[in-house]
T-cell receptor, first 109, second 115 residues
Framework: GQNIDQPTEMTATEGAIVQINCTYQTSGFNGLFWYQQHAGEAPTFLSYNVLDGLEEKGRFSSFLSRSKGYSYLLLKELQMKDSASYLCAPRGSWGKFQFGAGTQVVVTP | EAQVTQNPRYLITVTGKKLTVTCSQNMNHEYMSWYRQDPGLGLRQIYYSMNVEVTDKGDVPEGYKVSRKEKRNFPLILESPSPNQTSLYFC??????????????FGPGTRLTVL
């Protein structure tokens, strides 16, 4: 999406931590989703934030600051299977979604 | 099994030949949406539907039509396809589309090539 910025690619080693930042501008903001997408496959849901703060879900955590238009996804204890594209998706009002271009995470042994 | 299905999965066609990509969900979801995904541009919303007989334009609706005559189906119609519509298309559904942790469930994708 034109108003969503996230890095194109990040590389990290197995067992490490990676933080994917996302900045956005969305009218009628109504929550922000993170999705994981493996090459050639459909996106799958990872996390959701609507209020400011941190949401933790196992190895994955997501943070939101609505006033700054900023979110991040934190991947801990990286595994090889975490190599994928991660999509930041703010939801606007009444069903309108935008997606960032995705951050390709490459996990190396 | 709860799922979103799309057909066909792969299609190669020629400019101007009308085509329809079908999408069906078996979860009784009210909300359905179509996206296209192109390298470097991410997923872009084409059309969405909040319920039967209710459809709205997303960010890139030009050259596409949709209909929602029944809750489970949301076909995407390209009346006169052009090469710039070559893309990977995803259909998605969610319970309501607008509330809470109402995540979307995506179909497997349709890879369309227009020559």
């Amino acid at each position: 999406g034109q108003n969503i910025d996230q890095p194109t690619e990040m590389t990290a080693t197995e067992g490490a931590i990676v933080q994917i930042n996302c900045t956005y501008q969305t009218s009628g903001f109504n929550g922000l989703f993170w999705y994981q997408q493996h090459a050639g496959e459909a996106p799958t849901f990872l996390s959701y934030n609507v209020l400011d703060g941190l949401e933790e879900k196992g190895r994955f955590s997501s943070f939101l600051s609505r006033s700054k238009g900023y979110s991040y996804l934190l991947l801990k204890e990286l595994q090889m299977k975490d190599s994928a594209s991660y999509l930041c998706a703010p939801r606007g009002s009444w069903g309108k979604f935008q997606f960032g271009a995705g951050t390709q995470v490459v996990v190396t042994p | 099994e709860a799922q979103v299905t799309q057909n066909p999965r792969y299609l190669i066609t020629v400019t101007g030949k009308k085509l329809t990509v079908t999408c069906s969900q078996n979860m009784n979801h009210e909300y359905m949406s179509w996206y296209r995904q192109d390298p470097g541009l991410g997923l872009r919303q084409i059309y969405y539907s909040m319920n039967v007989e209710v459809t709205d334009k997303g960010d890139v609706p030009e050259g596409y039509k949709v209909s929602r005559k029944e809750k489970r189906n949301f076909p995407l119609i390209l009346e006169s396809p052009s090469p710039n519509q070559t893309s990977l298309y995803f259909c998605a559904s969610s319970p309501t589309g607008g509330f809470g942790t109402d995540t979307q469930y995506f179909g497997p994708g349709t890879r369309l090539t227009v020559l």
